[in-house]
C-alpha cells in the first residue's frame, strides 16, 4: 500500500539516489498531519454507517429515479449497489487518512471504476452528489478539528475528481 513515506523511498530508490530535502520535506509534513488524519479516521470509523446513509439519503434527494416510487426508471439492485458503493469509498478514504496517502483510493477505488462503470451503464453522478454532500456537511470543530477536516475533504475531493 502507497504512502507519502513509501512513495518518496521507492522514487529515490528507482532514481538511485538518497531522498533529496524537498523529498523529506514532503515526508515531513506528511508526519505532522498524520494526527489529524488519525483524529478523522477514528471519527470516520465510528460513524461509518450515518456518514454513509446521509450522503445515500442526499443522493435520493437529488436523484430520486433510485428510488422505490415504483417509477420506470427505479432500480432497487442499483440502490443497493449504490449503499455499498458508497460505504466502499468512505472504508478506502479511511485507509488513505490511516497511511498519509491516495495508495489505497488508487489501488482499489479509482483504477478502472469509469470503465465498470461504462460497461455496466451505470451513472456516477449520484455517487458524487453522495460524496459532495458527505464533503459539504462537514463542520469544524463539531465534527472534527479544521485540520483533519481539512485532511478528510481532500480525499473526498480527489474521489469526486475520479469519478466527474
Not at 69 to 96: M, W
Amino acid at each position: 500500500m502507497k504512502s507519502v513515506v513509501t512513495t518518496v523511498v521507492t522514487a529515490a530508490d528507482a532514481a538511485g539516489r538518497f531522498p533529496s530535502s524537498s523529498d523529506l520535506e514532503s515526508v515531513q509534513g506528511s508526519l505532522q498531519r498524520a494526527a489529524a488524519r488519525l483524529e478523522a479516521a477514528g471519527k470516520l470509523a465510528g460513524n461509518i454507517d450515518a456518514v454513509a446513509k446521509e450522503g445515500y439519503d442526499a443522493c435520493i434527494q437529488k436523484y430520486p429515479y433510485l428510488n422505490d416510487s415504483g417509477e420506470a426508471n427505479s432500480t432497487p439492485v442499483f440502490k443497493e449497489k449504490c449503499q455499498r458503493d458508497i460505504k466502499h469509498y468512505l472504508r478506502l478514504i479511511n485507509y488513505c487518512l490511516c497511511v498519509g496517502g491516495t495508495g489505497p483510493l488508487d489501488e482499489w477505488g479509482i483504477a478502472g471504476q469509469r470503465e465498470v462503470y461504462r460497461a455496466l451503464n451505470l451513472p456516477t453522478a449520484p455517487y458524487v452528489a453522495a460524496l459532495k454532500f458527505m464533503r459539504d456537511r462537514g463542520c469544524a470543530p463539531r465534527d472534527l478539528s479544521p485540520q483533519a477536516l481539512l485532511e478528510y475533504n481532500a480525499l473526498l475531493d480527489y474521489v469526486i475528481n475520479s469519478l466527474s
